[in-house]
């Protein structure tokens, strides 16, 4: 089992860029597909990006594409996400989560929210207009 732990969230204006970082515990993350959802108050969790369990394959939402990457880190066992050019509309808490082997290719992505077995506790991030 791992425990995922999100830090970086924080209060900024529209174009600034925050990085947050997901450590993990417990298990080396290379063994898990990762991602990155966001909850903004009153909606539901949604995908933001989502990593395979491989490194090769990432997906991006279309909103976030070009202003926001996710990286791996191994050696920190550390998954971050680098979100540039912010705009009020990212405004949320930001979770990573991460899924457990599975018997498909390490090159998959999982995009659902229910596809994923352990969730940090989240980290709020404010962009302000």
């Known amino acids: 089992q791992v425990q995922l732990v999100e830090s970086g969230g924080g209060m900024v204006q529209a174009g600034a860029s925050l990085r947050l970082s997901c450590a993990a515990s417990?298990?080396?993350?290379?063994?898990?597909?990762m991602g990155w959802f966001r909850q903004a108050p009153g909606k539901e969790r949604k995908l933001v990006t989502a990593?395979?369990?491989?490194?090769?394959?990432?997906y991006y939402v279309d909103s976030v594409k070009g202003r926001f990457t996710s990286s791996t880190d191994n050696a920190k066992n550390t998954v971050f996400l680098q979100m540039n050019s912010l705009k009020p509309e990212d405004t949320a808490v930001y979770y990573c989560?991460?899924?457990?082997?599975?018997?498909?290719?390490?090159?998959?992505?999982?995009?659902?929210?229910?596809?994923?077995?352990?969730w940090g506790q989240g980290t709020q991030v404010t962009v302000s207009s």
């Open positions: 417990g298990r080396t993350l290379s063994t898990y597909a």
């Open positions: 989560a991460a899924k457990a082997p599975t018997l498909l290719t390490r090159d998959y992505v999982y995009t659902g929210a229910a596809d994923y077995d352990y």
């Open positions: 990593i395979s369990r491989s490194g090769v394959n990432t």
